[in-house]
């Protein structure tokens, strides 16, 4: 990495050393929206021709952009502008509809596809079901402001929930769905969160690379009275959300 004495005096802006002239452009570029989220920025050497500076330089510059939330470097494959992470909490009754209408972003829900299987013993316990009863999965791609960031399995009981997808394709969102077939209220009963790497149907629905990690987050959701409504499997892009645990709903 270069030092001080390393920078020809002539390359110098007053006190400013060329990694920041670098840091100060490209932020520039970021911050009037000529570079904006997601895009890959040109690669380091690239960036070194563009301001005449070695790429260790530009490598400085990148990482001092990353630490400043602006940059997302992913080694072998570049560096991006950072995207506006939503704070998702898990609290008991914020959906994600009501978060991202009080953060001004337009998001919708879209059913990849659906079908009635047979549960697994995990859905079974989840869900409270007898013997011999069947769920009906929808499978869902949530966007946000025209980005994939989370793709969802949910399992509704039948025949409770007979046409639920419909439903859901219709108003694109589960909870107003779920408000078409009489439940009003949603409420959060437990959460388990991992992370691990994408299958490669998922990472391609998400328009990431397998490299990169997703939060899995297994939902249990209730009915106000307490009657489970949905069980879900959620794989979220790293990229666009990051999880905050609410331990007080007020």
């Known amino acids: 990495m270069e030092t001080d004495h390393d920078i020809p005096p002539a390359r110098r802006k007053g006190a400013l050393h060329l990694w920041q002239e670098v840091t100060l ?4 570029d970021i911050l009037q929206r000529r570079l904006s989220p997601g895009d890959r920025l040109p690669t380091e050497e690239e960036l070194a021709k563009r301001f005449d500076v070695h790429r260790n330089t530009v490598r400085r510059a990148l990482e001092v952009l990353e630490e400043k939330g602006l940059v997302r470097i992913e080694h072998g494959h570049g560096s991006f502008v950072q995207e506006r992470v939503i704070s998702l909490p898990l609290s008991q009754r914020k959906t994600l509809p009501i978060i991202l209408k009080g953060l001004d972003r337009v998001g919708k829900e879209e059913v990849l596809e659906s079908a009635t299987i047979r549960p697994t013993k995990e859905m079974m316990k989840a ?3 007898a013997k011999g009863q069947y769920v009906r999965r929808v499978d869902l791609r949530t966007v946000v402001d025209g980005n994939p960031i989370m793709i969802s399995s949910v399992h509704f009981p039948l025949p409770r929930f007979h046409g639920i997808d419909q ?12 408000k078409r077939l009489g439940v009003d209220d949603l409420i959060r009963y437990e959460s388990r969160i991992t992370t691990g790497q994408a299958s490669r149907s998922d990472a391609n629905l998400l328009a990431q690379s397998r490299s990169q990690p997703v939060l899995q987050v297994k939902n249990i959701v209730t009915d106000s009275a307490s009657r489970p409504v949905l069980f879900s499997i959620v794989r979220m892009s790293a990229r666009w959300i990051e999880l905050v645990i609410q331990y007080n709903d007020m």
Request: charged share 25%.
């Open 25 to 28: 452009s490209l932020e520039k």
């Open 127 to 129: 869900l409270k079901l």
């Open 167 to 178: 439903a859901i394709a219709e108003t694109q969102s589960v909870p107003d769905g779920l």
